[in-house]
């Protein structure tokens, strides 16, 4: 059973990197209403527009259609994220710490059976406990981290101010 638990936790380990690759910076663009428009990521910049991708698809946004730009994902995301994986990682960590019923037929087996848990109850706990406790990590973690506005106003002028401030997150090309 350790070298169960001891594989998965070094599997985790070794795929962290992997699924924590930068894709480019995440943007929402909001109208003069408030409304957002269009999200995605930054893939060109000009005098007049900027083209965000979004599944493989890019759009060009005219300046004229923009209020404010606002950078990475709102606190949600990052709830999602940590509450997903802590929910995985713990119900696998638990389910695989589970003892084998006893059942012999004696006291002890019996008092065994009763105050152990069985993998499938262990990996609920595991799943409902990490959830909750991914979710306040991600909440403390998205809270905490700065996000950036950039302030248009549908003018050309507060544009080309933020344009260069833009421009380090472009996407690199072939991502």
């Given at each position: 059973m350790k070298k169960i638990l001891t594989t998965v936790i070094i599997i985790l380990i070794l795929c962290a990197p992997c699924l924590a690759q930068k894709?480019?910076?995440f943007m929402?663009?909001?109208d003069s209403k408030g409304k957002k428009i269009y999200a995605g990521r930054l893939a060109g910049i000009t005098?007049?527009?900027f083209s965000l991708?979004?599944?493989k698809v890019e759009t060009e946004i005219a300046i004229k259609e923009v209020k404010y730009i606002k950078l990475k994902h709102s606190v949600g995301h990052p709830m999602l994220i940590a509450g997903g994986a802590?929910?995985?990682g713990l119900a696998i960590a638990l389910a695989a710490s589970a003892e084998p019923d006893l059942?012999?037929?004696t006291l002890g087996g019996t008092l065994h059976d009763a105050f152990n848990y069985t993998a499938g109850q262990l990996?609920?706990?595991g799943?409902?406990?990490g959830a909750a406790g991914g979710s306040l990590a991600g909440a403390i973690i998205g809270a905490a981290k700065k996000k950036h506005v950039y302030i248009i106003d549908n003018d050309i002028k507060k544009w080309a101010l933020a344009k260069k401030s833009l421009t380090p997150y472009l996407l690199k090309p072939g991502k």
């Open positions: 894709k480019g910076t929402r663009v909001f005098d007049s527009s991708v979004k599944n802590s929910a995985v059942n012999d037929g990996a609920a706990t799943f409902l406990v």
